[in-house]
């Protein structure tokens, strides 16, 4: 049975069998069944494009659970309960046929339709005017698009467009993962919880701020839209983005959607545009080349599978961004994301001030700082490194830097931290749009986006090779070291 605080709805999911479906939304949808989020009468309507039917549907679709869900999260009960929810039809989703039969299946209930466009974002339009003219579109309808929303501000503005001549604004969910993360929405607690941080949170007592999400992964079969976007484009443009504004923006007036996307407005508002006469000093761009990852041997990025050997497209870039305004003049926000870096790794550092006056023993000044050590992935937690007196009588008035940690997973003992999909998706089906991504916020970081990619054209500035396993180009450790800084893991 169900929870109270659950919503029917009929939720149909386009391009059910594709990679995003099968390996992420699925597996979501299946654990917000386990743990009874789904309203009993919920349905949920599969659709593909290829010619299977229900029965061979729900056999590939278990099949692909079972690889992503750990054996003792399958118990039978809740896989018959989900897949009774489950169910097929074939669609053109570019062709008016078809959406007859879906509009004849939505008349069944009175939910609302919650529509999943796991699609390329290139027909977002057509979808949506095949649901407008089949009559499938009312008031209650939400729908979520994927990334990439555009890859630069007029493409973006134009798929926002046609989103707009089907749907209002309040109801669509532009999806940016990241935002689902467990320590994602931890920061906003810190910060706004707890008086305590937001005193210090600002250019008076932060120093700088690091921001690195490292991935192993290579390209994964991905090289067609990846040689397209690149590093900067796929990772910059939405996840970083979204991380720096949830530390630098100001303290919305409640949890509301749209005072929390106004003051991430105002942050992408204030960054400083990096133009090419200080692209040196603020940007670095990288690829990979063969190398080592635990101890196995890998390909460089032009070396993978269906490559184009003479792609200049980067793998990693390092930005050193800077936001004008009172509360961070003056404090840099170093970002760093690669592919094929020595471990999955997401992490934000913030980086205290030392204190204004010192008078322990002059050799360990350099450690004479806090930090706040927020990380996403992996071993999900938030560990502050404050400074204590070192035990032992002969240790005198030494000082040791030690965190003050909180493991999410340890510390609530819930044993299982939901994926990023599980919480957007029951944020989604609840209508609450703070989660999620709106036209503004997209627009402005492209518009960010796209003058250092105009900077790089006309610079002709080529990535610079890095080996896969390490942590990028050395170049990056220089951009840092410049301001008198290193990497927290070089440390
Ligand atoms: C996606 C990017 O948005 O995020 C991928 O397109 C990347 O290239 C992925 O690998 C990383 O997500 P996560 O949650 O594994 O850090």
Redesign the pocket.
Known sequence: MSISTTTQCDFVLFGALGDLAQRKLFPALYQLERSELLHDDTRILALARQEVDEAAFKAETLERLKDRIPEEQRDPDSIKRFFSKVEFMRLDFLSPEGYDQLKAWKSDTDAPLLIYMATPPLIYGGIGANLKASGCIERSTRVVVE??IGHSLESSHEINSQLAEYFDESQLYRID??LG?ETVQNLIALRFANNLFETQWNQKYISHVEIT?A?K?GI?G?WGY?DK?GQLR??VQ??LLQLLCLIAMDPPSDLSADSIRDEKVKVLKALKPITPDVMEGHMVRGQYTAGNIDGKSVPGYLEEEDANRGSSTETFVAIKAEICNWRWAGVPFYMRTG?RMPE?L?EIIIHFKPAPHYIFDPDQKHIANNKLIIR??PDEGISLQVLTKDQGLDKGMRLRQGPLQLSFSEAFNTGRVPD?YERLLWEFIKGNQYLFVRRDEVEWAWKWIDQIISGWEELGLAPKKYSAGSWGPVSSIAMIARDGRSWYEDV
């Open positions: 990334k990439p993962h990241y993360k999400v991935e992964v994964e991905r990846f976007a796929d990772m939405n996840h592919k999955k997401s996403l992935q990023a």
